[in-house]
């Protein structure tokens, strides 16, 4: 079974507005971390942001946020005022307490920033 | 200066030939890993080593042999190439041994392989 699912193979957003990408993910863990990558053309993975399980609050670092909705089990990405460096593959993933080695990773969002 | 370096980063090579993959971190973590991204960006792990010991494996055809010197640096040697090999491969490190859910991975740049 899928881990984690991001059901928006691409997105286009309007420069400087907002955009969410979804993620939804799997576990019976109590304890797990959710993160976001970001993997511009180039192809180097950048770490944005991360939720643990048990954080109250939800995550931001600077224009990200993350929209964490433990109920539903979801972890949406939310980036604020878009440039034109956010064109990218956004990857949403989780790594288990149980089974913390592994970081599984979900098969990704293309977004497009449009001028 | 770079946290996390593999080489080379394009590798092109014929089918059936042996190749390796080389990646070294500065970071002082324990654990390294290597990944595979797919043609579809779809990335799966393959192995994982904590302080030199294999600690993930991940039903990858044993052509593929991880080895790690040392904590420092984990290489990826791959036997009898197949076409169904390329793809993009990065290696990766964290600090810890999974004892906490927040340890992010730190990336390389990818090596790009192509068989051909």
């Known amino acids: 079974a899928q881990k984690i699912t991001q059901t928006q193979p691409g997105m286009f957003v309007q420069e400087k507005e907002a955009v969410t990408l979804d993620c939804t993910y799997d576990?019976?863990?109590?304890?797990?971390?959710l993160f976001w990558y970001k993997q511009p053309s180039s192809g180097e993975m950048i770490f944005l942001i991360y939720q643990g399980s048990y954080d109250q609050q939800n995550a931001t670092e600077g224009r990200y946020s993350l929209n964490f909705q433990k109920a539903r089990k979801s972890a949406n990405l939310v980036i604020s005022a878009s440039q034109l460096g956010d064109s990218a593959m956004y990857f949403c993933?989780?790594?288990?307490?149980?089974?913390?080695?592994?970081?599984?990773f979900g098969a990704g969002t293309i977004l497009r920033v449009k001028s | 200066d770079t946290a996390v370096s593999q080489t080379p980063k394009y590798l092109v090579t014929q089918m059936g030939n042996d190749k390796s993959i080389k990646c070294e971190q500065n970071?002082?973590?324990?654990?390294m890993y290597w990944y595979k991204q797919d043609s579809k960006k779809f990335l799966k792990i393959m192995f994982s080593?904590?302080?030199?010991?294999?600690?993930i494996n991940e039903t990858v055809p044993n052509r593929f042999s991880p080895k790690s010197p040392d904590k420092a640096h984990l290489n990826l040697h791959i036997n009898s190439l197949e076409l169904g090999d390329s793809a993009v491969y990065f290696c990766?490190?964290?600090?810890?041994?999974?004892?906490?859910?927040?340890?992010?991975?730190?990336f390389g740049s990818g090596t790009q392989l192509s068989v051909l």
């Open positions: 993933a989780m790594r288990e307490g149980l089974n913390g080695n592994k970081l599984v």
């Open positions: 080593y904590n302080n030199k010991e294999l600690i």
């Open positions: 970071l002082g973590h324990d654990t």
């Open positions: 990766a490190s964290s600090n810890s041994f999974g004892q906490t859910t927040n340890e992010k991975l730190f």
């Open positions: 576990t019976s863990d109590p304890s797990y971390g």
